[in-house]
């Protein structure tokens, strides 16, 4: 589907918006580990978090769907049951690498599934480091899907993970939660850090980097939780705001972690006025009000370190960055290659089509030039950042902008469009 977008003068009003993905993926794992019955609140409607939960029904559990909850009837410490065909976890790599740790433990074989652009995804990055606990894992010779698990006598492990990717760290995780004996995973370099908070690990700033304690002790129980709007998705807002003239808008109950609020700080480096409104600490995340006006931004260098902070967001930023003082330039981000699209790629094609000279590298981009008048059509590569991104930025190009395939931002925010159109005074 071609969706359109409108040259928009000025966005005015106030979002709640569905909860983190990232969270809503681990609680609906945690719900369905845990013993008994837990109550899931502002669930974020993605369609990568339905894959989740598709998976975890086809382990035995239950999910009841309500408009303002879900109940989840969880199984207990390896209480799943051997599912009767692949687990097909979609678009979403949260899903395939969380479950693999979880189903690394379990004493039944399962293969794991997903669509096209899944299916090209790196999974060694999982494989290798479970295999170190004694983990049956394979992948095929691309290391690649399917994932095929089968029982084994898993072990605990002392381990400094070697990529800077928060799936790793949490597939390792929800692997040793199954062991008496403790595990450690030692990180240099910080990425989300959610799947420690709710599942209360100790951890530990050392001169090697964050330790993270991990056993049985810390396994899942029942429990009730609200999950906080998800920032990643605030952040596409965040920029029309800033972008378009005389716009005030604020959004609602955001999740503030500091690994997640690398976003938020650049854009108010570049001189973004960005108000951050009844700061509160709930179920020991951060969580508050995010207010923005209209603002003139000016470029500002990305630290290396604080790429896996943002790198969901690089699209986005990249966006505000064309309308700031100064070329937008970033390195560092590799990874960015193995998102739902070579995002790197995806982005620079984007870029010229909208009349900007792209300098392409490895490891990013650099953006300069000025942004054409003519009406331009971008693909989303079937990647729903990308989409949103081009959305955003046809809205504040003079004469509009469309985005082909544009049904694929229901993998994070199925309601951007009517979201948009609650803003907008064309
Ligand atoms: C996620 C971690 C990040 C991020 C992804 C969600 C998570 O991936 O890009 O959208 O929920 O753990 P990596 O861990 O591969 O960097």
């Known amino acids: 589907m071609i969706q359109k977008f409108e040259n928009i003068n000025s966005i005015k009003g106030e979002l709640f918006l569905r909860g ?14 845990a013993d008994g019955i837990s109550v899931i609140r502002n669930c974020s409607s993605s369609e990568d978090v339905r894959s989740t939960i598709n998976c975890f029904e086809k382990l035995g559990c239950k999910f009841e769907i309500t408009d303002d909850q879900i109940k989840v009837i969880g199984k207990g410490f390896k209480g799943f049951t051997k599912p009767n065909s692949e687990l097909y976890a979609g678009n979403s790599g949260t899903t395939a690498r969380l479950i693999s740790g979880i189903l690394s433990a379990q004493n039944f074989e ?42 084994s006598l898993i072990k605990s492990i002392i381990y400094k993970l070697q990529i800077a990717s928060a799936q790793v760290k949490s597939a390792m995780i929800l692997c040793a939660i199954h062991l008496d004996e403790e595990s450690v995973f030692i990180e240099e370099t910080q990425t989300r850090n959610h799947t420690e908070k709710l599942l209360n690990l100790k951890t530990e700033i050392t001169n090697e980097g964050i330790k993270i304690y991990v056993s049985k002790n810390n396994y899942p129980k029942p429990f009730e939780l609200t999950i906080p709007a998800d920032i990643s998705s605030a952040a596409f807002f965040t920029v029309l705001g800033l972008l378009t003239k005389n716009s005030e808008l604020i959004i609602r109950n955001v999740l503030l972690n500091e690994t997640r609020t690398g976003v938020i700080n650049i854009l108010q480096q570049m ?14 995340e ?5 207010r923005v006006y209209s603002s003139k931004l000016k470029n500002v260098s990305i630290p290396k370190t604080i790429i896996p902070n943002i790198i969901d967001e690089i699209p986005i930023l990249s966006v505000a960055g064309i309308f700031a003082e100064g070329n937008f330039r970033i390195n560092n981000a590799k990874e960015l290659r193995v998102k739902e699209s070579d995002r790197i790629k995806s982005l620079c094609n984007n870029f010229r089509k909208a009349g900007l000279t792209v300098d392409e590298f490895d490891d990013g981009f650099e953006l300069s030039g000025n942004v054409s008048n003519a009406e331009t059509i971008f693909e989303s590569y079937d990647d729903h950042r990308i989409a949103m991104a081009f959305g955003v930025l046809s809205m504040i190009m003079k004469n509009g902008g469309s985005v082909n395939d544009f049904e694929c931002v229901r993998i994070s925010n199925p309601q951007f469009v009517e979201q948009v159109n609650s803003l907008c005074n064309y």
């Open 286 to 290: 951060k969580v508050g009000g995010i």
């Open 110 to 151: 399962s293969v794991i599934t997903g669509d096209e652009s899944l299916s090209q995804r790196p999974m060694k990055r999982i494989v290798e480091p479970l295999r170190l606990m004694s983990a049956d894992i394979s992948v095929n010779k691309n290391g690649t899907l399917p994932i095929i698990i089968k029982p």
């Open 20 to 33: 983190d993905k990232s969270i809503s993926h681990r609680v609906v794992m945690f719900a369905a580990m």
């Open 271 to 284: 001189g973004g006025k960005i108000e951050i409104e009844n700061e509160r600490e709930e179920k020991g």
